[in-house]
């Protein structure tokens, strides 16, 4: 099916460690998103992509980095995991004008003990 | 700034009830106006949407209402169902840096029981 792909779904870290989170969209959209998702927080942009090739920070980009490694797939990097980062983690795309609304990934379930 | 704010959970109804989640919005500019619902384990689907003043949008006996005037945008569904027990996000678009971001509301949990 056609759609975002986000692995892994779930992911425990020890404080120090890092990891790469991953996305794919088959949907050929230019705009990529990542948000964390947090109890009683909504969801908060963390960084985005609006083409390939370009990046920028979000609301929430500390202790983060991201690659747009091509069209299709947008990584999100944790370069040493706190325990504040703890979150539900989001991948979405969108199409040119965005109000036809963003296709969100499943999710990735980070704890960092 | 560009914001959304929606009323706060959670809300429990019994099945058939009226159901009301309000979302008000800031905004400079003229926003398009989304719901999204997240039901457990998953993520955020898009559940209607409207892209100017007096739009309604609907999908699955749910609708909403783009109002200007009052920089509103409720979620409404006569008659609820259990399966509608669902986290629902009110949220915006802006244009920034040549991208539409979204903005979401913090979310309102609704349960709905037999």
């Known amino acids: 099916n056609a759609g975002v792909t986000q692995t892994p779904k779930f992911q425990v870290l020890k404080t120090g460690q890092s990891m790469t989170l991953q996305c794919a969209q088959d949907m050929n959209h230019n705009s990529m998103y990542w948000y964390r998702q947090d109890p009683g927080m909504g969801l908060r942009l963390i960084y985005y992509?609006?083409?390939?090739?370009?990046?920028d920070k979000g609301e929430v980009p500390n202790g983060y980095n991201v690659s747009r490694l091509n069209k299709r797939e947008f990584s999100l990097r944790l370069e040493s995991a706190a325990p504040s980062q703890t979150s539900v983690y989001f991948c979405?795309?969108?199409?040119?004008?965005?109000?036809?609304?963003?296709?969100f990934g499943s999710g990735t379930r980070l704890t960092v003990v | 700034g560009n914001s959304v704010t929606q009323m706060e959970g959670p809300v429990t109804l019994s099945e058939e009830a009226f159901l009301t989640i309000n979302c008000t919005y800031t905004?400079?500019?003229?926003?398009?106006l989304f719901w999204y619902v997240q039901y457990p384990g998953e993520g955020l689907q898009l559940l209607l949407k409207a892209t100017k003043a007096d739009d309604k949008g609907s999908n699955k006996g749910f609708e909403a209402t783009y109002r200007k005037e009052t920089t509103s945008f409720h979620l409404e569904k006569g008659s609820v169902q259990v399966s509608d027990s669902a986290v629902y996000f009110c949220a915006l678009t802006l244009t920034q840096g040549g991208s539409e971001k979204l903005v979401f509301g913090k979310g309102t949990k609704l349960t709905v029981n037999p």
């Open positions: 992509s609006a083409s390939e090739g370009t990046t």
């Open positions: 979405a795309s969108s199409g040119t004008g965005g109000w036809s609304g963003y296709t």
């Open positions: 905004a400079t500019g003229y926003p398009s």
